[in-house]
């Protein structure tokens, strides 16, 4: 039964009179709606019961509008979702339709042909609209609730439309079970989920086989009314866009009603999926074509992993990392016993008398010359091969350090107490002229360089540890307040876009989004306190061997400095503290979080290398630190302007080449040469003497080779820079570090064998654990689980399930075998050279 009404003056008048007859009734009806027709300032509303599954074909005019009523059956117990589907059949309208539709708890309204907005307010036009009605709770078991859809338009002439109201099929989610249902930017999907009882965390997955068009879903609270469009559906709850993959991590506590809409919204454009950028010719209040943008989604609902993983994942991080201290103090147990074995077997210098020293040296063991210890001949020009007799390398093994008599150990001795340091007498006029003959020998050894107080060394090195301790806390604290601030904003805006986590495999605890991400940062602490703890054990032992007048500690072996070492132990622990503090909220703002302790580490691991056989000349913290600066400085320079930009590459790839230039020669010449404006001048000297008037090779062959090598690599590394053009180029700075540390590390290694020295067990033990270790932990950091050189979305294409405990994926098992490998390389380092604690400096060769 249709009715009509006046809508102007209101109240209407209804035309319901009890007592006339059906005929009566139903002439009266017809001519009060030809009345009404004839009246051009009044529309006629015309209210029809509807029916759920039915398309009602439809006219509507500003002269007329109709409202259709409809009602259901709610349930307490029962969720029955309810869409209104719209079409446009009119081909060409000036004014659009508009379509109301009141709950009993809410009004959604929506025009059709439906505009919404993209980039740049670009307009697209929507002639099928689809919504889906919002569910408001009820408190009785079972009532009938009515709505009704009101259908008017300002268009003077006839518009056609379809209309059709249906229930929806599964609109509440299962657990674990998979649901298919398509979306486009004018028909969005939302579903209803319930906590089962014994479920506090759920993530939500939604996955699709076509990467294009860009998606968004979103978590959304039970209420109305829903945000379920393109220009909405940030306004609250948790939301990510999305191509193949979206997931997020849902806890019930954040819901107090233990349910939550999951609503997906296909975009208008795909901007903001990495899709292409397209400019079009716009005029005033041009349309687009918004094209076919369907999109077939899965959406499934499966329980997160309980408290129990929680603390599994805990007690094997810190099972892992606390067996190294274990396995640590076993070592130590076992290396003491051997070492009372040994002062049981031979007698120490302490227990000596001058005359037993004496007749010991005059058994015949005369040492060789300073220029043939090991395999090198005298001539420097070529490399003998013939070993050093039994009973020689049985002196040296035993009382290696009575290779001088005790008139030179004492001289020596009083001359390095009595040395000081090099810029306190600089101003004598022979001390250049000194510094130049010792350092331009065509072979040097330890002792050359080794001739400053050890006093005043081990001030100059300590200085590194107290300035990285200095760093740490000043680039700490605001890193810590930033990405605390990053996590807040996350939490309270609900936007998952912000940070770059591996979503399938991101476990929340507390405010923090994925604490696994952080947790198995631990190693980075806790083996950068084991080798503090180590170097501080040798620092002592060393120190007491000084305090008794050891002449094994005073004049033989690699200059003992532990500086360095402490701070190669402190930059561990800050890698792991800035690298927890960017996996809180991952992103290209803050990746430099990640690396800058990494180029530290680097650098000093090459510092101390160089340091081993030059600890006269080493760099000092200032001007280390100084350098270290201003590659982190590049990093973010790159980071915000090295992406594409050609300009950025030049300067780099320039600056660049030039530094390897400036370094290779400081490191060929020992430091014994000046820039300044003579440098042209004495360069084409050298050429004109070495090349043109005479061919004579390289006097420093080793070092020739060195700076060859690593002049060919950073120059092939500075063209793929500047050709490829990375868009990480915090990894490519990183690689060069990286590259260069590997290829003086292996040199070194190689001089080391090359010279006649040995490999302890323990050493050679570490240096093989370290290269297997640094072989899994780069397969397991290659996996590239997200990356924040693309899109949100596109990153989330490479998200991937947890692989160990269920609690940690491939990169939190980088973190565990990267800090183990980091660790066996400082061990590496610390031990390597232990073979020539014996030894004294003077038979040592530089390289």
């Known amino acids: 039964m249709s009715r009509c009404w006046k809508s102007r003056p209101r109240p209407s008048v209804r035309l319901c009179l009890p007592g006339l007859g059906s005929v009566v009734l139903r002439v009266l009806e017809v001519l009060w709606v030809s009345v009404c027709l004839v009246h051009s300032d009044s529309s006629v509303v015309v209210q029809k019961e509807a029916q759920f599954g039915v398309s009602y074909l439809d006219t509507v005019t500003s002269h007329n509008q109709t409202i259709y009523s409809f009602n259901h059956t709610v349930s307490r117990n029962k969720t029955e979702g309810v869409r209104v589907s719209v079409e446009l059949l009119s081909e060409t309208t000036k004014s659009p339709i508009l379509f109301v539709i009141r709950q009993k708890q809410a009004v959604l309204s929506f025009q059709v042909p439906l505009i919404l907005r993209g980039l740049y307010q670009r307009k697209y036009q929507y002639t099928q609209v689809g919504r889906t009605l919002c569910q408001p709770p009820t408190l009785v078991a079972s009532e009938t609730q009515f709505f009704y859809v009101d259908v008017s338009t300002l268009s003077s002439t006839s518009v056609h439309y379809q209309l059709r109201v249906s229930r929806v099929e599964s609109f509440t989610l299962q657990t674990d079970k998979k649901f298919s249902f398509n979306a486009t930017p004018s028909q969005p999907q939302f579903f209803k989920y319930v906590f089962p009882d014994g479920v506090d965390t759920v993530i939500v997955k939604v996955n699709s086989e076509k990467n294009f068009p860009c998606s968004v879903m979103s978590i959304q609270d039970i209420q109305c009314p829903v945000y379920d469009l393109d220009n909405n559906v940030a306004f609250i709850g948790m939301y990510q866009t999305m191509t193949k ?88 147990c076992i290396e003491n016993k051997r070492m009372n074995r040994k002062r049981e077997g031979f007698l120490q210098p302490a227990d000596m008398s001058p005359a037993e020293t004496a007749s010991l040296l005059g058994k015949g063991l005369t040492p060789p010359s300073p220029y043939e210890y090991g395999s090198f001949a005298d001539n420097g020009s070529t490399m003998s091969s013939e070993p050093v007799t039994d009973s020689l390398a049985s002196a040296e093994g035993t009382y290696g350090y009575m290779e001088r008599s005790m008139d030179t150990v004492g ?11 090099e810029d306190d007498y600089d101003t004598l006029a022979d001390i250049d002229s000194d510094k130049n003959i010792v350092r331009t020998k065509k072979y040097l050894c330890v002792s050359d360089l080794a001739r400053k107080d050890k006093r005043v060394l081990n001030k100059k090195y300590q200085i590194y540890f107290w300035n990285i301790s200095t760093i740490a806390v000043f680039y700490a604290l605001p890193v810590i307040q930033l990405v605390i601030t990053y996590q807040t904003v996350v939490n309270v805006t609900g936007n998952q876009d912000i940070c770059y986590y591996n979503f399938l495999c991101a476990h929340p605890l507390g405010a923090l989004s994925s604490f696994n991400n952080i947790l198995s940062n631990l190693g980075y602490v806790m083996l950068g306190l084991l080798f503090l703890l180590i170097v501080l054990q040798r620092d ?31 930059a561990l622990m800050m890698e792991g503290l800035l690298s927890a503090c960017y996996h809180v909220c991952p992103n290209y703002t803050n990746f430099q979080f990640d690396t800058s302790f990494m180029y530290m580490i680097a650098g000093l691991c090459m510092l101390k290398l160089y340091q081993k056989r030059h600890p006269d000349i080493n760099a000092s913290a200032y001007t280390a630190y ?18 594409g930009n050609t300009a950025f590459w030049i300067v780099f790839s320039v600056i660049h080449i ?5 370094l290779s020669t400081q490191l060929y010449y020992m430091g014994r040469w000046k820039l300044d404006s003579g440098i042209l001048r004495r360069m084409l000297y050298v050429i004109y003497t070495d090349c043109v008037r005479q061919c004579s090779g390289p ?21 793929y820079g500047l050709i490829k053009r990375p868009n990480d180029f915090a990894s490519y700075l990183l690689a060069i570090a990286i590259c260069n540390l590997l290829l003086y590390f292996a040199f070194y290694i190689i001089m080391k064998l090359r010279s006649g020295e040995r490999i302890r067990c323990l050493a050679l033990v570490c240096i093989l654990f370290t290269a297997v270790v640094w072989g899994f932990a780069l397969f397991f950091f290659f996996q590239g689980l997200s990356t924040w050189q693309k899109t949100p979305a596109e990153s989330r294409e490479h998200n991937r399930d947890c692989i160990l405990l269920s609690f940690f994926d491939d990169h939190d098992i980088w973190h565990f075998l990267s800090s183990i490998a980091m660790f066996g390389s400082f061990l590496v380092l610390l031990t390597m050279d232990d073979d020539l604690d014996t030894v004294q400096r003077d038979k040592i060769y530089v390289f």
């Open 245 to 332: 993959k979206g997931a997020v991590t849902v806890q019930r506590k954040d819901f107090p009603s233990n349910s939550f809409y999951v609503v997906v919204v296909v975009k208008t454009e795909d901007e903001a999926c990495g899709g292409p950028l397209k400019f079009y010719p716009l005029l005033p209040d041009e349309l687009l074509d918004a094209g076919n943008r369907s999109k077939t989604l899965d959406v499934v609902v499966s329980p997160a992993i309980n408290s129990e993983v929680y603390v599994m994942g805990m007690l094997f991080c810190l099972g892992i990392f606390l067996s190294f201290y274990v396995l640590t103090f076993l070592v130590a």
């Open 411 to 421: 001289r020596c001795r009083q001359e390095s107490l009595s040395s000081v340091e």
């Open 540 to 570: 002592i032992l060393h120190n007491r061997a000084l305090m008794r007048n050891d002449i094994t500690a005073l004049e033989c072996g690699i200059p003992k400095h532990f500086g360095l070492f402490y701070a190669m132990g402190t």
């Open 626 to 643: 100084a350098c270290l600066a201003a590659v982190i400085f590049f990093s973010v320079l790159g980071v915000v302007f090295g992406k």
């Open 658 to 662: 030039l530094a390897t230039l400036l």
């Open 699 to 719: 006097m420093y062959i080793d070092r020739m080779v060195l700076l060859v090598m690593g002049n060919i690599v950073n120059w092939s590394l500075a063209a």
